[in-house]
Protein backbone atom coordinates (compact mmCIF):
# COMPACT_ATOMS: atom_id res chain seq x y z
CA UNK A 1 0.00 0.00 0.00
CA UNK A 2 1.29 3.40 -1.03
CA UNK A 3 2.60 5.20 1.96
CA UNK A 4 -0.49 8.45 2.11
CA UNK A 5 1.16 12.05 1.20
CA UNK A 6 1.81 13.92 4.71
CA UNK A 7 -0.11 17.15 3.56
CA UNK A 8 -2.87 15.22 2.95
CA UNK A 9 -3.21 13.40 6.44
CA UNK A 10 -3.25 16.92 8.15
CA UNK A 11 -5.50 18.32 5.94
CA UNK A 12 -3.44 21.43 4.76
CA UNK A 13 -2.01 23.04 2.16
CA UNK A 14 1.33 22.46 0.23
CA UNK A 15 1.94 26.06 1.45
CA UNK A 16 0.93 25.74 4.97
CA UNK A 17 2.78 27.98 7.52
CA UNK A 18 4.57 26.01 10.70
CA UNK A 19 1.91 27.50 12.77
CA UNK A 20 -0.84 26.33 10.53
CA UNK A 21 0.77 22.35 10.61
CA UNK A 22 0.65 22.91 14.18
CA UNK A 23 -2.98 23.41 14.64
CA UNK A 24 -3.48 20.81 12.06
CA UNK A 25 -1.84 18.14 14.25
CA UNK A 26 -3.52 19.30 17.01
CA UNK A 27 -6.89 18.93 15.70
CA UNK A 28 -5.27 15.48 14.31
CA UNK A 29 -3.87 14.31 16.78
CA UNK A 30 -6.70 14.84 19.65
CA UNK A 31 -9.45 12.72 17.45
CA UNK A 32 -6.60 9.76 17.02
CA UNK A 33 -5.44 9.66 20.51
CA UNK A 34 -5.35 6.65 21.93
CA UNK A 35 -6.60 7.76 25.38
CA UNK A 36 -9.71 8.83 23.11
CA UNK A 37 -9.38 5.62 21.54
CA UNK A 38 -8.61 2.91 23.49
CA UNK A 39 -8.32 -0.52 21.63
CA UNK A 40 -8.84 0.89 18.48
CA UNK A 41 -6.08 -0.18 15.69
CA UNK A 42 -6.75 2.11 13.22
CA UNK A 43 -7.07 4.95 15.70
CA UNK A 44 -3.50 4.14 16.82
CA UNK A 45 -1.99 3.92 13.27
CA UNK A 46 -3.69 7.03 12.31
CA UNK A 47 -1.91 8.94 15.33
CA UNK A 48 1.41 7.70 14.44
CA UNK A 49 1.62 8.80 10.77
CA UNK A 50 -0.19 12.28 11.40
CA UNK A 51 2.25 12.66 14.20
CA UNK A 52 5.23 11.31 12.02
CA UNK A 53 3.61 14.24 8.99
CA UNK A 54 3.45 16.47 11.52
CA UNK A 55 7.80 16.07 12.42
CA UNK A 56 8.41 15.90 9.23
CA UNK A 57 6.79 19.22 7.83
CA UNK A 58 7.56 20.91 10.45
CA UNK A 59 11.26 20.79 10.54
CA UNK A 60 12.42 22.55 7.01
CA UNK A 61 14.86 20.30 5.62
CA UNK A 62 13.20 16.87 5.89
CA UNK A 63 10.09 19.15 4.60
CA UNK A 64 12.27 20.15 1.78
CA UNK A 65 13.42 16.79 1.00
CA UNK A 66 10.13 15.47 1.44
CA UNK A 67 8.63 18.01 -0.96
CA UNK A 68 11.64 17.66 -3.69
CA UNK A 69 12.03 13.58 -3.47
CA UNK A 70 8.63 12.52 -1.36
CA UNK A 71 8.61 9.38 0.84
CA UNK A 72 11.62 7.56 -1.26
CA UNK A 73 13.56 10.80 -0.44
CA UNK A 74 13.24 10.52 2.92
CA UNK A 75 13.82 6.45 3.63
CA UNK A 76 16.86 7.55 1.53
CA UNK A 77 18.12 9.28 4.81
CA UNK A 78 17.29 7.15 7.02
CA UNK A 79 14.14 8.38 8.03
CA UNK A 80 11.56 5.70 9.11
CA UNK A 81 8.89 7.38 10.44
CA UNK A 82 7.40 5.96 14.35
CA UNK A 83 7.38 2.42 15.85
CA UNK A 84 4.80 3.23 18.43
CA UNK A 85 2.62 5.35 19.82
CA UNK A 86 4.82 5.71 23.26
CA UNK A 87 7.49 7.02 20.53
CA UNK A 88 5.52 9.76 19.64
CA UNK A 89 4.97 10.36 23.35
CA UNK A 90 8.73 10.87 24.07
CA UNK A 91 9.56 12.54 20.80
CA UNK A 92 6.72 15.37 21.34
CA UNK A 93 6.62 14.90 25.26
CA UNK A 94 7.38 19.14 25.29
CA UNK A 95 5.06 19.82 22.17
CA UNK A 96 2.03 18.13 23.66
CA UNK A 97 2.92 20.01 27.00
CA UNK A 98 3.03 23.39 25.22
CA UNK A 99 -0.24 22.22 23.01
CA UNK A 100 -2.41 20.93 25.87
CA UNK A 101 -1.13 21.37 29.10
CA UNK A 102 -2.99 19.67 31.90
CA UNK A 103 -6.22 18.26 31.35
CA UNK A 104 -5.63 17.51 27.39
CA UNK A 105 -6.57 13.99 27.75
CA UNK A 106 -2.71 12.96 27.51
CA UNK A 107 -2.57 10.15 30.31
CA UNK A 108 0.50 7.94 30.94
CA UNK A 109 1.23 10.65 33.54
CA UNK A 110 0.55 9.78 37.74
CA UNK A 111 -1.92 11.78 39.26
CA UNK A 112 -0.13 14.40 41.62
CA UNK A 113 -3.52 15.49 43.10
CA UNK A 114 -4.07 12.03 44.73
CA UNK A 115 -3.43 11.43 48.51
CA UNK A 116 -0.57 11.12 49.40
CA UNK A 117 1.64 9.39 52.47
CA UNK A 118 3.37 11.91 54.81
CA UNK A 119 7.08 12.13 54.96
CA UNK A 120 9.30 10.11 57.62
CA UNK A 121 10.52 12.46 60.76
CA UNK A 122 13.51 11.41 62.35
CA UNK A 123 14.55 12.88 65.65
CA UNK A 124 17.07 11.69 68.52
CA UNK A 125 17.15 11.33 71.78
CA UNK A 126 18.85 11.65 75.03
CA UNK A 127 18.16 9.20 78.19
CA UNK A 128 20.41 7.94 81.15
CA UNK A 129 21.73 4.69 81.89
CA UNK A 130 19.10 4.09 84.25
CA UNK A 131 15.96 5.13 81.77
CA UNK A 132 17.80 3.20 79.28
CA UNK A 133 17.67 -0.08 81.65
CA UNK A 134 14.50 0.41 83.00
CA UNK A 135 12.42 2.35 80.22
CA UNK A 136 11.07 5.29 80.40
CA UNK A 137 8.00 7.36 79.10
CA UNK A 138 9.48 11.10 77.58
CA UNK A 139 7.85 14.06 75.79
CA UNK A 140 9.84 14.69 72.64
CA UNK A 141 9.90 18.58 71.45
CA UNK A 142 9.63 17.90 67.18
CA UNK A 143 10.32 20.99 64.95
CA UNK A 144 9.56 20.19 61.62
CA UNK A 145 8.01 21.01 58.19
CA UNK A 146 4.23 19.69 57.87
CA UNK A 147 1.57 20.09 55.05
CA UNK A 148 -0.12 22.91 55.13
CA UNK A 149 -3.47 22.76 56.25
CA UNK A 150 -5.07 25.25 54.46
CA UNK A 151 -4.34 24.47 51.34
CA UNK A 152 -3.98 20.50 52.00
CA UNK A 153 -0.06 20.77 51.08
CA UNK A 154 -0.63 21.91 47.34
CA UNK A 155 0.59 25.24 47.92
CA UNK A 156 -2.40 26.62 45.97
CA UNK A 157 -5.01 29.42 47.17
CA UNK A 158 -8.15 26.98 47.46
CA UNK A 159 -5.81 24.11 46.61
CA UNK A 160 -6.53 25.11 42.24
CA UNK A 161 -3.80 24.15 40.67
CA UNK A 162 -2.82 24.34 36.74
CA UNK A 163 -1.26 21.75 34.38
CA UNK A 164 2.66 22.97 34.37
CA UNK A 165 3.23 24.32 30.79
CA UNK A 166 6.64 23.50 30.60
CA UNK A 167 6.08 19.48 31.14
CA UNK A 168 3.10 19.54 29.61
CA UNK A 169 1.73 17.81 33.55
CA UNK A 170 4.30 14.79 32.78
CA UNK A 171 6.52 16.57 35.83
CA UNK A 172 9.51 15.53 33.33
CA UNK A 173 11.23 17.34 30.06
CA UNK A 174 13.04 15.35 27.82
CA UNK A 175 16.43 16.49 26.22
CA UNK A 176 18.11 15.51 23.23
CA UNK A 177 22.08 15.09 23.65
CA UNK A 178 23.80 13.34 20.75
CA UNK A 179 21.82 10.35 20.27
CA UNK A 180 20.14 10.05 23.63
CA UNK A 181 16.95 11.31 24.88
CA UNK A 182 17.52 12.18 28.57
CA UNK A 183 14.84 12.88 30.44
CA UNK A 184 15.16 15.67 33.90
CA UNK A 185 12.61 16.66 36.60
CA UNK A 186 10.97 19.42 35.01
CA UNK A 187 12.58 22.87 36.56
CA UNK A 188 9.17 24.97 36.61
CA UNK A 189 6.72 22.51 38.76
CA UNK A 190 9.80 20.54 40.07
CA UNK A 191 8.36 17.63 39.34
CA UNK A 192 4.80 17.96 40.35
CA UNK A 193 3.36 18.47 36.96
CA UNK A 194 1.16 21.20 38.24
CA UNK A 195 1.43 24.72 39.68
CA UNK A 196 -0.53 26.41 41.81
CA UNK A 197 -3.18 29.16 40.28
CA UNK A 198 -2.41 31.35 43.22
CA UNK A 199 -0.02 30.75 45.74
CA UNK A 200 -1.49 29.96 49.40
CA UNK A 201 -0.98 32.98 51.78
CA UNK A 202 -0.58 30.53 54.37
CA UNK A 203 2.53 28.62 52.70
CA UNK A 204 3.43 31.22 50.03
CA UNK A 205 3.03 28.25 48.06
CA UNK A 206 5.59 26.24 48.94
CA UNK A 207 2.49 23.76 50.62
CA UNK A 208 4.09 23.35 53.61
CA UNK A 209 4.29 25.17 56.93
CA UNK A 210 6.53 24.60 60.39
CA UNK A 211 5.12 22.91 62.94
CA UNK A 212 5.86 22.11 66.49
CA UNK A 213 4.43 20.08 68.46
CA UNK A 214 5.41 17.38 71.34
CA UNK A 215 5.27 13.68 71.09
CA UNK A 216 4.88 10.73 74.13
CA UNK A 217 7.97 8.48 73.75
CA UNK A 218 7.54 5.09 75.58
CA UNK A 219 11.22 3.58 75.88
CA UNK A 220 10.98 -0.04 76.55
CA UNK A 221 13.37 -1.64 79.16
CA UNK A 222 17.08 -2.73 77.75
CA UNK A 223 17.11 -0.53 74.99
CA UNK A 224 20.78 0.42 73.81
CA UNK A 225 22.98 3.11 72.51
CA UNK A 226 22.69 3.56 68.96
CA UNK A 227 19.17 1.77 68.72
CA UNK A 228 16.33 3.41 67.02
CA UNK A 229 12.55 3.46 68.05
CA UNK A 230 9.82 3.63 65.02
CA UNK A 231 6.56 5.05 66.24
CA UNK A 232 4.49 4.40 63.13
CA UNK A 233 2.04 7.53 61.93
CA UNK A 234 3.68 9.98 64.14
CA UNK A 235 5.78 11.69 61.06
CA UNK A 236 4.56 14.26 59.02
CA UNK A 237 0.68 14.24 58.45
CA UNK A 238 -0.45 12.83 54.60
CA UNK A 239 -1.18 15.38 51.28
CA UNK A 240 -4.88 14.93 50.94
CA UNK A 241 -5.87 12.66 53.19
CA UNK A 242 -3.11 10.25 52.55
CA UNK A 243 -1.80 8.28 55.89
CA UNK A 244 0.92 10.23 57.98
CA UNK A 245 4.43 9.28 57.96
CA UNK A 246 6.67 7.26 60.76
CA UNK A 247 8.74 8.82 63.59
CA UNK A 248 11.92 7.22 63.86
CA UNK A 249 13.76 8.11 66.98
CA UNK A 250 17.19 7.77 67.37
CA UNK A 251 18.35 6.75 71.53
CA UNK A 252 22.05 8.42 73.25
CA UNK A 253 22.57 6.89 76.12
CA UNK A 254 24.67 9.10 78.32
CA UNK A 255 26.94 7.28 80.51
CA UNK A 256 26.94 6.73 83.95
CA UNK A 257 30.20 7.58 86.20
CA UNK A 258 29.67 4.28 88.32
CA UNK A 259 29.11 1.69 85.90
CA UNK A 260 30.43 0.36 82.23
CA UNK A 261 27.70 -1.09 80.39
CA UNK A 262 28.37 -3.84 77.97
CA UNK A 263 25.42 -5.63 76.41
CA UNK A 264 23.20 -6.47 79.44
CA UNK A 265 25.35 -6.57 81.96
CA UNK A 266 27.06 -3.35 84.54
CA UNK A 267 30.57 -3.53 85.34
CA UNK A 268 31.37 -2.02 88.16
CA UNK A 269 34.80 -1.35 90.10
CA UNK A 270 34.35 -2.86 93.82
CA UNK A 271 37.39 -1.07 95.91
CA UNK A 272 38.37 -3.54 99.07
CA UNK A 273 40.81 -3.20 101.25
CA UNK A 274 44.02 -5.54 101.86
CA UNK A 275 42.00 -7.08 105.09
CA UNK A 276 38.87 -7.51 103.37
CA UNK A 277 40.59 -9.16 100.33
CA UNK A 278 42.82 -11.46 102.36
CA UNK A 279 39.90 -12.44 104.97
CA UNK A 280 36.74 -11.97 102.72
CA UNK A 281 34.08 -9.73 103.63
CA UNK A 282 30.28 -8.48 103.11
CA UNK A 283 30.22 -5.12 101.12
CA UNK A 284 27.44 -2.77 99.66
CA UNK A 285 27.29 -2.91 96.17
CA UNK A 286 24.90 0.46 94.70
CA UNK A 287 22.37 -0.64 92.07
CA UNK A 288 21.69 0.74 88.91
CA UNK A 289 17.68 0.90 89.62
CA UNK A 290 16.76 4.15 91.11
CA UNK A 291 14.82 4.69 94.09
CA UNK A 292 10.91 4.03 94.72
CA UNK A 293 9.43 6.90 96.86
CA UNK A 294 10.44 7.33 99.93
CA UNK A 295 12.51 4.73 99.93
CA UNK A 296 16.60 3.99 100.10
CA UNK A 297 18.78 3.81 97.62
CA UNK A 298 18.66 0.08 96.59
CA UNK A 299 21.69 -2.42 96.59
CA UNK A 300 23.23 -5.36 96.87
CA UNK A 301 25.03 -7.20 99.50
CA UNK A 302 27.71 -8.96 98.14
CA UNK A 303 30.29 -11.38 99.37
CA UNK A 304 33.59 -11.09 98.73
CA UNK A 305 35.27 -14.37 99.14
CA UNK A 306 38.73 -14.84 101.33
CA UNK A 307 42.01 -14.42 98.98
CA UNK A 308 40.34 -12.50 96.25
CA UNK A 309 42.93 -11.02 93.89
CA UNK A 310 43.03 -7.61 92.12
CA UNK A 311 41.26 -8.00 88.52
CA UNK A 312 39.26 -11.31 89.75
CA UNK A 313 35.66 -10.87 89.17
CA UNK A 314 32.55 -11.06 91.48
CA UNK A 315 29.46 -11.66 90.21
CA UNK A 316 25.81 -10.35 90.98
CA UNK A 317 23.31 -12.70 88.73
CA UNK A 318 20.53 -10.42 87.29
CA UNK A 319 22.23 -7.43 89.24
CA UNK A 320 22.40 -6.02 85.32
CA UNK A 321 20.30 -5.04 82.54
CA UNK A 322 16.61 -6.57 81.57
CA UNK A 323 17.26 -7.85 78.37
CA UNK A 324 15.27 -5.91 75.80
CA UNK A 325 11.87 -7.79 74.44
CA UNK A 326 13.34 -10.74 76.39
CA UNK A 327 12.74 -12.45 80.02
CA UNK A 328 15.29 -12.05 82.60
CA UNK A 329 18.28 -9.86 83.25
CA UNK A 330 22.35 -9.05 82.66
CA UNK A 331 24.88 -9.61 85.68
CA UNK A 332 25.88 -7.07 87.88
CA UNK A 333 29.76 -7.72 87.87
CA UNK A 334 32.23 -6.54 90.46
CA UNK A 335 35.78 -6.15 89.78
CA UNK A 336 37.70 -6.26 91.93
CA UNK A 337 40.51 -3.46 93.29
CA UNK A 338 42.66 -3.77 96.50
CA UNK A 339 43.37 -0.68 97.70
CA UNK A 340 46.93 -0.05 99.30
CA UNK A 341 46.91 2.35 102.05
CA UNK A 342 48.91 5.79 101.28
CA UNK A 343 48.87 6.68 104.83
CA UNK A 344 49.48 4.82 108.12
CA UNK A 345 49.54 4.84 111.39
CA UNK A 346 52.40 4.12 113.60
CA UNK A 347 50.46 1.54 115.26
CA UNK A 348 49.15 0.51 111.83
CA UNK A 349 52.65 0.64 110.47
CA UNK A 350 53.87 -1.56 113.37
CA UNK A 351 50.89 -4.37 112.83
CA UNK A 352 52.40 -4.48 108.71
CA UNK A 353 55.97 -5.36 109.92
CA UNK A 354 54.68 -7.70 111.82
CA UNK A 355 52.65 -9.21 109.40
CA UNK A 356 55.36 -8.80 106.82
CA UNK A 357 58.13 -10.95 109.66
CA UNK A 358 55.22 -13.55 109.66
CA UNK A 359 55.00 -14.24 106.35
CA UNK A 360 59.19 -14.99 106.16
CA UNK A 361 59.19 -17.35 109.04
ZN1 LIG B 1 6.57 21.04 34.91
ZN1 LIG C 1 -0.75 26.48 52.08
Same mark, same amino acid.
Given at each position: ????????? #???????????????????? #????????????????????????????????????????????????????????????????????????????????????????????????????????????????????????????? %??????????????????????????? #????????? %?????????????????????????????????????????? %?? %?????????????????????????????????????????????????????????????????????????????? #?????????????????????????????????????????????????
Amino acid at each position: MAKRDYYEL #LEVERTASKAELKIAFRTKA #LEFHPDRNPDDPEAEEQFKLCSEAYDILSDADKRLVYDQYGHEGLQGRGYSGFGDVQDVFTHFQDLFGDMFGMGGGFGRRPRRDAPARGADVRAHMQISLAEAAFGTKKELPLGHASPCEVCSGT %GAEGGELIGCATCGGRGQVAHQRGGFL #LSTTCPSCR %GQGSRPKNPCDACQGSGEVHQDRKVEVSVPAGIDEGQTLRLG %GL %GQAGRLGGPAGDLYVSVMVESDPRFERERDDLYYELHVSYPQAALGAQVVVPSLEPAAEGEDEPSFDVVVPAGIQPGE #LVRVPGGGIPRLGRRGRGDLVCVVQVDVPKELSPRAQELIRELAESFES
